[in-house]
């Protein structure tokens, strides 16, 4: 069996900026990138965005795929090896490390850089994949998207009725002219004072016991078809623009019972300001541990410190 010094699961920034910090270090990384899937495809949430506004060094803004190929570029251009697959098991009991590819290989690591990230959850509705895949004006992330100029003074929908749902709201305020919030019940989740802020705004409107049946538009979204929950009848509503803020879901199910999770399942990292886990060697970078900043600086950041403590790991034990 292959004993590797290093592996990195994962594509995104957090997994690339790993694999370039640990190449540049000699430590002949190996990345697993992912098979990709319907919802997760190698290179990660970027892949589904369209434009990069608020990375610093990008003046005039980056594609998301463009970006993430570049990331990659970086990253080959020091060795890396790459494997277009998953990792499916893992067993972190002992040193080395054993791992099972979706491919069936089977390897021995040192260290290993968990970066996996997050996915966003979405509606299951017809129209949103396609209008989210293409640009057309369906988002699950506001902070990445809703600055770009096609959502100025728009009628926008943000779906949701959590913190992450008021704060997209809140934030579209800036740049739509209104703000429809559509939630599922009549009352909110999010905490008091994110709650009292979004009820506070005037640019805001709630729709209770709602929930999107449709995705309207062609190339660019038109509208929602609606539901309400309690009468049953239907309506269309038009919109230029739909967030939807229903939560994340990390990609830590290959990791039940190896490893310390938190009660979200995001991997818990018991010492502030370090990426190493519970268990000695293994580190992790990105939205697979950040339930908080989720942005593709901060996870790049954190698999620069990732592959810097496994390389310390390595020369100190
Ligand atoms: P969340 O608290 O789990 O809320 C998800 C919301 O989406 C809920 O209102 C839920 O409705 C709704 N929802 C879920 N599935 C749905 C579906 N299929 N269709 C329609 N609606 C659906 O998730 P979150 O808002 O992302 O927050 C996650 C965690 O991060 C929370 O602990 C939150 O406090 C924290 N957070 C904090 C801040 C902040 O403090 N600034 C900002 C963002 C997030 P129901 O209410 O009916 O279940």
Same mark, same amino acid.
């Given at each position: 069996m292959n004993?590797?010094?290093?592996? %990195?699961?994962?594509?995104?920034?957090?997994?690339?900026? +790993?694999?370039?910090?640990a190449a540049r270090a000699n430590l002949n990384p190996l990345v697993f990138e992912g098979a990709g899937s319907r919802t997760m495809i190698p290179?990660?949430?970027?892949m589904f965005t369209t434009d990069v506004e608020n990375y610093?060094?990008?003046? #005039? &803004?980056?594609?998301?795929?463009?970006?993430?190929? $570049?990331?990659?570029?970086?990253?080959?251009r020091f060795d890396t090896r790459v494997v277009t697959e998953d990792i499916e098991e893992v067993d972190f009991s002992s040193r080395p490390f054993r791992l099972r590819s979706s491919g069936g290989q089977e390897l021995l690591a040192e260290t290993v850089v968990l970066a996996t990230g997050a996915n966003? =959850?979405?509606? &299951?509705?017809p129209g949103e994949e396609r209008l989210a895949q293409s &640009? &057309?004006?369906?988002? +699950?992330?506001?902070?990445?998207d809703g600055a770009l100029p096609h959502f100025r003074g728009q009628v926008?929908?943000? %779906?949701? /009725?959590? #913190?992450? +749902?008021?704060?997209? +709201?809140l934030y579209m305020t800036k740049f739509a002219s209104e703000v429809l919030l559509v939630h599922r019940r009549d009352e909110l989740r999010a905490s008091q004072i994110m709650q009292e802020r979004a009820l506070a705004s005037e640019k805001m409107t709630f729709l209770w016991n709602s929930v999107v049946e449709e995705v309207l538009g062609d190339d660019v979204i038109t509208g929602? =078809?609606?539901? $309400?929950?309690?009468? /049953?009848?239907? =309506?269309?509503?038009?919109?230029?623009?739909m967030? %939807?803020?229903?939560?994340? $879901?990390?990609?830590?199910?290959?990791? =039940?019972?190896?490893? #310390?999770?938190? #009660?979200?399942?995001? %991997?818990?990292?018991?010492?502030?300001w370090r990426t190493e886990t519970n268990v000695p060697g293994v580190f992790a970078a990105g939205d697979v541990m950040d339930d908080y900043y989720r942005q593709a600086v901060s996870a790049a950041g954190t698999g620069c410190m990732a592959a810097l403590e496994a390389e310390r790991f390595l020369a100190h034990g």
């Open positions: 004993k590797e010094t290093i592996v %990195v699961i994962g594509s995104g920034p957090a997994g690339w900026t +790993a694999a370039i910090y290179g990660g949430q970027l610093p060094g990008f003046p #005039d &803004g980056i594609g998301g795929i463009e970006m993430m190929t $570049d990331f990659r570029n970086q990253a080959l966003a =959850r979405w509606l &299951g509705v &640009g &057309g004006g369906v988002s +699950a992330c506001a902070v990445c926008v929908a943000v %779906v949701g /009725g959590g #913190d992450s +749902a008021m704060e997209e +709201a929602l =078809r609606l539901r $309400d929950t309690v009468t /049953g009848e239907r =309506r269309e509503v038009e919109v230029g623009g967030f %939807v803020a229903i939560g994340h $879901d990390p990609n830590t199910g290959f990791l =039940r019972g190896q490893i #310390d999770l938190k #009660d979200n399942g995001y %991997v818990r990292l018991p010492t502030p």
